[in-house]
């Protein structure tokens, strides 16, 4: 779904292919074009707000058709979680047809032609590969490559950089660790074998998808019979504290943690007050950077052990925060699954 760099990836695969092709002296240049048949992603799918696949799989099978593919398939929306049903496969195939008699991308010939910025991605897309292409061609070719353990080596160290952009959000994975649904629950339909990665053992490559650390995470908690809740306190600075519970609304519900929002409270013992009564097991302090230094020690002081206490942020005075024994903090740079790990640890699930 990175809408441009697929259509430069496909480009760069053509140009790359007819001047390998080409080395090989044939006796015409039809073996130079060569014939691409694209599927769309099933890597980026989510078992979680599973009709975002839909609009991942249209963008996909957009940059496919303009990038000049000679056939595609969509894949189907569910795909990731049971076996495709009519409606699914229905709504898969009308993206093809849509794309063809109404947006006519089969009556262009190369609609990303002439594009600076196309143009360059691909020819950074295509050296790079090259570069690559030759290192395996000096270590013996592919197959010494991958018998040797280069293969593997490779596209694992890519997959765990991917793994960390989507626990860190450098890479939004929409419903999964961004903006999840917040009133969604797992239905009987999704197994834990849908969300449970496959092992790669030894000099193996096991197929997965990039949201199934977060949804594994999230069905344990649907599954676990206990509803935890995480209660946003809004205090001091009023446009800083709804920014901070916006952000940590979309934090904890990742993980299926039911989120408390409030619009303000106008001091901070009844934030506490209204706190201790939702029986919320985190209480997020969401104020300024400027306000934490009061605020959140007195937080401190009237919930005592009740709950388990979050600072939205990274203030400044974190070192003072830290040294009264407020040792939770969320903010922009979290690993966002390690962090939820570990909240749902405290809290016994």
Known sequence: ??????????????????????????AKNCPCKMFTHAVTSTWNQTAYDPYVNMLRGTTEAMSASIAGVHSLEVTPFNKAYEDPN???????????????????????????GGS?????????????AWKLFREIEEKGGYTAAYESGFIVERVKASAAAKD????????????????????????????????????????????????????AMRLHVDRSGKAPKAFMLTCGSLAMAR??????????????IKVIDNT?????????KAALESKAEIVVVCASDDDY?????????LL?????????????????????????????????????????????I
Not at 1 to 16: G, H, P, Q, T
Not at 243 to 256: I, K, L, M, P, V
Not at 293 to 301: D, L, N, Q
Not at 307 to 321: H, S
């Open 164 to 215: 960390k952009n989507i626990a860190t959000r450098r890479e939004i994975l929409l419903g999964a660790n961004q903006y999840p649904n917040f009133t969604e629950v797992a239905g009987k339909e999704l197994t834990e074998a849908a969300v449970t990665r496959p092992v790669s053992e030894g000099n193996t490559l096991a197929p997965y998808r990039g949201s199934m650390a977060f949804e």
């Open 293 to 301: 230094a009061e605020a959140a020690p007195k937080v401190k002081e």
């Open 1 to 26: 779904s990175n809408y441009f760099m697929e259509m430069a990836k496909f480009r760069a695969a053509r140009m790359l292919w007819a001047n390998i092709v080409k080395a090989y002296n044939p």
């Open 116 to 128: 600076y910025y196309i143009e360059n991605l691909t020819d950074s897309i295509a050296n790079e």
């Open 86 to 112: 009519e409606f699914s496969m229905r709504i898969a195939r009308n993206v093809e047809l849509l794309l063809k008699h109404e947006s006519h991308f089969d009556q262009v010939v190369d609609p990303a």
């Open 304 to 348: 005592g052990d009740k709950a388990i206490l979050v600072v939205a942020g990274a203030p400044a005075c974190m070192p003072e925060l830290e040294a009264q024994g407020i040792k939770n903090f969320i903010n922009v740079k979290s690993n966002v699954l390690e962090t939820l790990k570990f909240y749902l640890k405290e809290m016994g």
């Open 243 to 256: 920014a901070r519970a916006q952000f940590s609304c979309n934090f904890f519900a990742c993980a299926g």
């Open 264 to 272: 303000f409270f106008k001091s901070i013992e009844e934030g506490v």
